[in-house]
């Protein structure tokens, strides 16, 4: 207000209104002096100007110290330094931790520029402290001081610490100030609590009602902050049912102990589902002593819950795969024995034996049992075609009316597919063969009217459980959900669902090998599926890792057509040489028993190791190699390398009950490679030694 202007005020108004001034000033000094944080404002020399009452108690200042004592008496260079670059720079500092070298008292410090009211070139520094020594306070919260809600906003105490004079200055207060020009620190703890991933909360004891909740309790829970601070029940109404009552005795410990207290629960969703919750909480100390707050924070741990599900799952499969298979490795070595032997007695039995019917009914149970090894086997193996760009919505579209057409009129199909297209690498066919599979057992339970739903989502994986195992790395990932009303699932009957299992008599026999099968081709997919039990329905969820690349519109790979393959030709050398390298011994007699018996000289040995302590004394060349791929001490495929770097030269049969190796079941094998599966007859033997040693 210019002079010329107060001139025309009448004594009496002027005097009524500094009045005024003078008592709104007073207010305020002692708003601002009953704050407990301790505030201080010092010039650009770090003499201070203006301290509060708590900032006096915290560095034993008197109301008649000098008011232009240094801070270089009571605060370590360090801060002295740090105060000097803000100053320099204008660019504030919170959270700063130093101790007093008086007394060696904890304080955390921030640093605010500020313009000098009487000479706007000029900078002053307002710290705000916060003595520590007397309070233990986590880690994580000492950057958070607003977990429990204070008295006076941080962003307020600036203009209110210069009207604050404990110390007096030179000069008197002006009544009015500007707001600082300096700028905001780059992330205040306002802004850190309300931008952490994670629902920081604070409860009061012993009523364990909130009354504090950051802003991500929404965005997780659905519930606002003042939902959870003016519901009393709140505090286990969030809990699932499931999880309520031990997650109340827990909590009871932590507070009779006063131990810090950490639990992982289910907690309700405002939409009526539950996500996994994992909460780090503990008492806060008052001044006398007695917790009157239990503070908290909760982070969304539903993805991690997730992951280590189906990693138990896909572990607990692939267990019981490889049993199935060692399993059926020894019952084909049974039944090769069982065979070969039947054969030979039913080519040495005349064509008018009675016995001959008999022996045809051993050969027959064989064949039958043998095909349920088969069946065991291709559990363990790669199912899945190789995988091949595909636009996810596209190829779901056609499979849907293949699967309306498989559900009949009783039970309806709704598509909900996402309006963003998804790129996968999968094959289409199977896919198709991955779905039937999910949908029938989905419909199982099933009443007529009632509807099944197929839709697709993406989820990101940022989860890294650091295992090589891990049947989901972090990631894109496209998710078909297929959710049917049905009866829910148990803990066993989930972890079961996709282990291996044979066809039997009941239609739902089927199913369950289907579903088998159709989590192996996943799995080689380089996803996996999971089950879980949601709105009273069953919902499996396929995931598909995403590519990004365009789907390459040339046409699309042809199935191979098989060349036909002209007759074997006859060995051009009908004795020739053979090792058969086999650990069971009814096989390894019969094997030779055959060959010599068609002309062929047959070395044997039970293992890789004797092969090569035999090969080493052996002066005459071998042409062909029989070898069993699983054998003790040294397997079929090392004994085949060790025999290559020792410079011989040989053809080689592979033959085996079961393998882990998939190139030899794909065909993919080096040239004067075979493989034969057992059991086999003794017919395929004898053509299979003919080609490899014709070629």
């Known amino acids: 207000m210019e002079r010329t202007d107060l001139d025309q005020w009448r004594a009496r108004e002027v005097a009524r209104l500094l009045a005024l001034v003078e008592t709104q000033r007073r207010y305020y000094q002692e708003i601002v002096a009953s704050i407990p944080v301790g505030l201080m404002v010092l010039s650009a020399n770090l003499s201070i100007l203006l301290a509060n009452r708590a900032a006096r108690k915290i560095f034993g200042l008197q109301a008649g110290d000098s008011p232009h004592r240094r801070m270089d008496t009571i605060l370590p260079t360090s801060l ?25 008292r904890r304080l955390r410090v921030g640093i605010l520029a500020i313009r000098n009211w009487d000479e706007e070139a000029a900078q002053e520094a307002l710290l705000t402290i916060e003595d520590l020594t007397s309070v233990e306070v986590p880690t994580w919260l000492q950057t958070v001081p607003q977990v429990v809600p204070q008295t006076v906003p941080q962003v307020a105490l600036p203009a209110l610490v210069v009207e ?56 997780l829970l659905g519930f606002a902050p003042e939902h959870w601070t003016s519901h009393p029940s709140f505090w286990l109404d969030r809990v699932n049912n499931a999880d309520r009552d031990w997650v109340a005795r827990s909590y009871q410990r932590a507070i009779e102990s006063g131990a810090p207290h950490s639990c992982e629960f289910q907690a309700n969703t405002r939409g009526g589902g539950s996500l996994w919750l994992r909460e780090y909480s503990r008492l806060l100390p008052a001044a006398e002593g007695q917790p009157r707050y239990m503070i908290g924070v909760a982070v969304d741990v539903t993805e991690r819950r997730m992951l280590e599900d189906q990693l138990v799952q896909a572990e607990r499969v692939e267990a019981v795969s490889r049993l199935a298979s060692r399993m059926a490795h020894d ?92 790129r996968v690498r999968a094959d289409a066919t199977q896919l198709e063969n991955v779905l039937t599979a999910i949908v029938e057992r989905a419909r199982q339970g099933m009443h007529a009217g009632e509807r099944m739903a197929l839709q697709t989502s993406r989820l990101e994986i940022r989860e890294d459980l650091r295992r090589p195992n891990a049947p989901l790395q972090p990631g894109s990932y496209a998710v078909i959900s297929i959710i049917a009303p049905s009866q829910p699932l148990d803990g066993e009957g989930k972890a079961a669902l996709f282990e291996c299992s044979l066809p039997g008599k009941e239609p739902w026999d089927d199913v369950a090998a289907t579903l088998s099968r159709a989590y192996g081709i996943v799995r080689q997919w380089s996803g996996d599926i999971s089950v879980s039990n949601a709105y009273a329905a069953s919902e499996f969820r396929i995931f598909l890792p995403r590519v990004d690349a365009p789907v390459d519109v040339a046409a699309g790979p042809t199935a191979a057509v098989a060349e036909p393959q002209a007759p074997t030709p006859e060995p051009t050398t009908p004795l020739a040489t053979i090792l058969v390298v086999e650990d069971e011994a009814g096989i390894r007699a019969l094997v030779r028993k055959i060959l010599r018996r068609q002309g062929y000289q047959v070395l044997e040995a039970a293992n890789g190791q004797d092969a090569l302590a035999l090969l080493r004394d052996q002066a005459q060349r071998v042409e062909l190699l029989i070898t069993d791929v699983l054998m003790p001490q040294m397997g079929g495929r090392e004994l085949v390398e060790r025999l290559q770097t020792q410079g011989h030269d040989m053809k080689v049969l592979y033959v085996s009950g079961y393998t882990d190796d998939t190139t030899i079941y794909s065909g993919d094998v080096p040239a004067g490679t075979a493989f034969l599966q057992k059991p086999f007859t003794l017919g395929s033997l004898l053509d299979k030694v003919k080609e490899v040693l014709a070629k």
Do not use: C
């Open 164 to 219: 604050t004079t404990v110390i007096e200055p030179a000069s008197p207060p002006t009544p009015i100030i500007e707001a600082p020009s300096a700028p905001r620190p780059a992330v205040s703890a306002s802004e850190f609590v309300d931008n952490v991933d994670a629902i920081i909360w604070a409860a009061e004891l012993p009523s364990m009602n909130f009354v504090f909740a950051s802003p991500q309790a929404e965005k």
């Open 331 to 422: 019952l084909n070595n049974a039944l090769m024995i069982l065979t070969g032997y039947s054969e030979e007695l039913l080519t040495a039995l005349p064509a008018g034996s009675t016995m001959r019917a008999d022996v045809q009914e051993i050969l027959t149970a064989t064949e039958r049992v043998g095909g349920l090894t088969s069946q065991l086997l291709s559990f363990a193996r790669r199912q899945g075609q190789p995988a091949a760009e595909i636009e996810l919505e596209s190829a779901l579209r056609k499979i849907s009316l293949r699967l309306d057409a498989l559900l009949g009129t009783h039970v309806g199909l709704d598509l909900r597919l996402s309006t963003e297209p998804n």
């Open 80 to 104: 002295l330094d740090r105060i000097e670059e803000v100053l320099k720079t204008g660019v504030a500092a919170t959270g700063v931790g130093v101790e007093t070298t008086r007394d060696k």
